[in-house]
């Protein structure tokens, strides 16, 4: 375990580490994730064969840049904002929202979300989060992770007999090739900036 949590992550760059300070920092970036995550689930970028939403690219670099705790926190504060009724997420509308709407076939991918979170701040403390190729990989494994769940509980809801793939993961892998490529030069390029504007 030691091994990853020897790293800073992004999040521990910024302000200050120690006693209340710390505390208020915490909460200033969970607001910020909070605010980011629900304009991401709204921006749609046409492409074939269904829009592209930024939903899961907001996620998993959150996930690296704030480590898997303060990532966690942040995804669940999200979905918590989301279970009171308030219009956060990509599906999400004024008549479909809350719990209901949660509980609905996107309910297994929110729920992959958090774990994913957990996985790109795991790899994040690892170091991985410094390189085009291993943030790749950890991209590549957090997408699995969101879409694992979110499979299954299409086939609990649906019936496994049905085209679940064709519903639940093809039609989004042409965009989250996108997105992870984005990502893994994103995150490795702030990197890079922190390190030489210390020098």
């Known amino acids: 375990m030691s091994t990853l949590t020897a790293r800073p992550v992004l999040a521990d760059l910024f302000g200050t580490n120690e006693g209340s ?30 829009p592209m939403t930024m939903g899961t690219f907001a996620v998993l670099t959150i996930g690296a840049a704030y480590g898997p705790r303060l990532g966690l926190t942040t995804i669940l504060a999200y979905l918590a904002v989301g279970a009171l009724g308030f219009n956060v997420f990509a599906g999400s509308s004024s008549t479909e ?31 991985w989060d410094r390189s085009f190729g291993k943030m790749a990989a950890a991209l ?16 609990v809801l649906y019936g496994w007999d049905k ?37």
């Open 21 to 50: 300070a710390l505390r208020v920092k915490q909460v200033v970036l969970v607001l910020a994730g909070i605010a980011v995550l629900a304009i991401a689930a709204k921006i749609r970028i046409p492409m074939w064969p269904v």
């Open 140 to 155: 590549f494994a957090g997408n699995a992770i969101i879409y694992l769940p979110g499979l299954v509980w299409l086939g």
């Open 97 to 127: 929202y809350g719990l209901a709407y949660m509980m609905g076939g996107t309910g297994g991918y929110l729920v992959g979300y958090a774990l994913a979170a957990v996985a790109l701040g795991a790899f994040a403390r690892a170091g």
């Open 163 to 199: 085209p679940l793939l064709e519903w639940g993961l093809t039609p989004f892998l042409a965009g989250d090739a996108l997105k992870l490529v984005l990502a893994a030069m994103l995150v490795p390029a702030v990197w890079k900036l922190v390190g030489d504007a210390r020098r």
